[in-house]
């Protein structure tokens, strides 16, 4: 099982948090431009044990930080123009501003199917891989619903990143065992899972995965031939994480 991180705040401090690592991983880097992916990147695959690097565009608070239907139609036009002239790895964050800037749901109504066409859009006709990182699904209901509005794509060639972090929601074992079951199903190598948190995010106050809970979700992931885990996110790993994580890197 391939073993990756998300780092949304690659510092210097958060990134030294790889000398850990003693398999070979991916990570899905957190920039609000394309300029400062690339002076990442290029610092990064220089590591015998960093195998690819993602960009993860992330907005300006303000515009909505994460990508949706309701973010300022500016800044996604500029993250996507942006995308088209240099083709890059990149991981599409779609989540709603509710918790970074909640008035846009007002202020970007009006754009809402203009902007839902852009993502799809864009989605569809970019030349480079594509992972599209979403909310995880209770039902086919819920599904839709996230289809309605703009938070799930429906595309074959695309990489589905489903955000199963165990220490915000209680999930059962048998719920994640018929999930990712389902979602492996569905989109074979594709279907990829994002657990955590082991550091918090932009919230600030995301509590920690337990080292045990950990352990179980990995067996479950492996138990279910999941092809690759990202784990949320690199500034948090200690010695305790890495030592489990280890033991299910291939």
Same mark, same amino acid.
């Not at 705040?9 to 880097?29: G, H, N, R, S, V």
């Not at 565009?57 to 036009?77: H, T």
């Not at 080292?211 to 500034?235: C, H, N, Y």
């Given at each position: 099982?391939l073993?990756?991180?998300?780092?949304e705040? *690659?510092?210097e401090k958060?990134?030294?948090?790889?000398?850990?690592?003693?398999?070979?991983?991916?990570?899905?880097?957190?920039?609000?431009?394309?300029?400062?992916?690339?002076?990442?990147?290029?610092?990064?695959?220089?590591r015998?044990?960093?195998?690819?690097?993602?960009?993860?565009?992330?907005?300006k608070?303000?515009?909505?930080?994460?990508?949706?239907?309701f973010?300022q139609?500016?800044?996604?036009?500029?993250?996507?123009?942006?995308?088209?002239?240099?083709?890059?790895?990149?991981?599409?964050?779609?989540?709603?501003?509710?918790?970074?800037? *909640?008035?846009l749901?007002?202020?970007?109504?009006?754009?809402?199917?203009?902007?839902?066409?852009?993502?799809?859009?864009?989605?569809?006709?970019?030349?480079?891989?594509?992972?599209?990182a979403?909310?995880?699904?209770?039902?086919?209901?819920?599904k839709?619903?996230?289809e309605?509005?703009?938070?799930?794509?429906?595309n074959?060639k695309?990489?589905?990143?489903?955000?199963?972090?165990?220490?915000?929601?209680?999930?059962?074992?048998?719920?994640l065992?018929?999930?990712?079951?389902?979602?492996?199903q569905?989109?074979?190598?594709?279907y990829?899972?994002?657990?955590?948190?082991?550091?918090?995010?932009i919230?600030g106050?995301?509590?920690?995965?337990?080292?045990?809970?950990l352990?179980?979700?990995?067996?479950?992931?492996?138990?279910?031939?999941?092809?690759?885990?990202?784990?949320?996110?690199?500034g948090?790993?200690t010695?305790?994480y890495t030592?489990?994580?280890?033991?299910?890197?291939d």
């Amino acid at each position: 099982m391939l073993i990756s991180f998300f780092e949304e705040f *690659p510092t210097e401090k958060d990134l030294a948090k790889l000398d850990l690592i003693k398999w070979k991983t991916k990570l899905y880097l957190a920039a609000p431009g394309l300029a400062l992916f690339k002076q990442l990147q290029q610092k990064l695959l220089k590591r015998e044990n960093v195998l690819e690097t993602i960009y993860w565009p992330v907005l300006k608070k303000k515009e909505g930080y994460w990508i949706s239907p309701f973010s300022q139609r500016k800044a996604l036009q500029r993250v996507f123009s942006e995308l088209k002239k240099q083709v890059v790895p990149v991981m599409l964050d779609l989540e709603l501003p509710t918790t970074q800037h *909640p008035s846009l749901f007002c202020t970007e109504f009006l754009h809402f199917s203009a902007n839902k066409k852009m993502i799809s859009e864009f989605i569809n006709s970019y030349y480079g891989e594509t992972y599209l990182a979403e909310y995880f699904p209770l039902d086919e209901k819920r599904k839709k619903r996230l289809e309605l509005v703009g938070l799930h794509y429906q595309n074959p060639k695309v990489n589905v990143v489903k955000m199963f972090y165990h220490s915000l929601h209680p999930f059962t074992e048998d719920f994640l065992r018929e999930s990712w079951e389902k979602g492996r199903q569905e989109l074979g190598k594709k279907y990829i899972l994002g657990l955590g948190t082991i550091a918090p995010g932009i919230q600030g106050d995301e509590p920690l995965l337990a080292l045990e809970q950990l352990k179980r979700d990995l067996t479950i992931a492996r138990e279910q031939k999941i092809k690759e885990v990202i784990i949320f996110r690199l500034g948090g790993l200690t010695k305790e994480y890495t030592r489990v994580l280890a033991r299910f890197a291939d």
